[in-house]
């Protein structure tokens, strides 16, 4: 099992900045790729950012590209998700995601609790 416990967000005003963080514990050895994914009220959640564990290719959904930016310190065993530019529509509760993979075979996915983002106009 992989635990994560994200930190960070709150309120901020629109062009601002915030930047999430998300530590991950527990077997670690074997995550293949973090991520951050977003849910505003009475939508269904989305992908926002991707980062692989070895290698560190990130991939990001169009609307955030260029904006948000994803790292991660592997050795800490922690991603970060830096917002910047926010806009009222990025107003969501943010979601750090794993998953695990052996042989290249998906052996689990976890989840934060999340963590609320709110972008005031």
């Known amino acids: 099992q992989v635990q994560l416990l994200e930190s960070g967000g709150g309120l901020v005003q629109a062009g601002g900045s915030v930047r999430l963080s998300c530590l991950a514990s527990g077997l670690t050895s074997s995550i293949y790729r973090m991520g951050w994914f977003r849910q505003a009220p009475g939508k269904e959640r989305e992908f926002v950012a991707t980062i692989r564990w070895n290698g560190g290719m990130t991939d990001y959904t169009a609307s955030v590209q260029d904006r948000f930016f994803i790292f991660s310190d592997t050795g800490k065993n922690m991603v970060w998700l830096q917002m910047n530019s926010l806009k009222p529509e990025d107003t969501a509760v943010y979601y750090c995601?794993?998953?695990?993979?052996?042989?290249?075979?998906?052996?689990?996915?976890?989840w934060g609790q999340g963590t609320q983002v709110t972008v005031s106009s």
């Open positions: 995601a794993a998953d695990r993979r052996i042989s290249g075979s998906l052996i689990g996915e976890y």
